[in-house]
């Protein structure tokens, strides 16, 4: 069965940057599309960027200009590199299928952005 395991959040000042880790299990990860989502108390759980397995990359507006995902199949691990952090940007962050499928959702990685 297809599950994600996130990790690498923490708290950060405003400005700064993180790396945010995805490590993917039970899945032939090369042939996946994988997406980088958040969400914040309260708030839905969105998109915020996504790779296909072709490697093409797309942003959400909150991040565009800011996070970039990439992956590496021989890890089967997606990355989020986040920099320009702003308190906003505070939220669990998960990764999943670009069409996500809700048996695969891990416990997420708590980012918390300090004004």
């Known amino acids: 069965q297809a599950r994600f395991v996130e990790s690498g959040g923490g708290l950060v000042q405003a400005g700064g940057s993180l790396r945010l880790s995805c490590s993917a299990f039970g899945m032939n990860f090369r042939l996946n599309d994988i997406g980088w989502y958040r969400q914040a108390p309260g708030n839905e759980r969105d998109l915020v960027a996504s790779i296909t397995r072709r490697g093409i990359t797309t942003y959400g507006d909150s991040g565009k200009g800011r996070f970039t995902i990439s992956r590496d199949n021989a890890e089967k691990t997606v990355y989020l590199q986040m920099n320009s952090l702003k308190p906003e940007d505070t939220a669990v962050y998960y990764c999943?299928?670009?069409?996500?499928?809700?048996?695969?959702w891990g416990q997420g990685t708590q980012l918390t952005v300090s004004s």
């Open positions: 999943n299928f670009i069409n996500p499928d809700p048996s695969a």
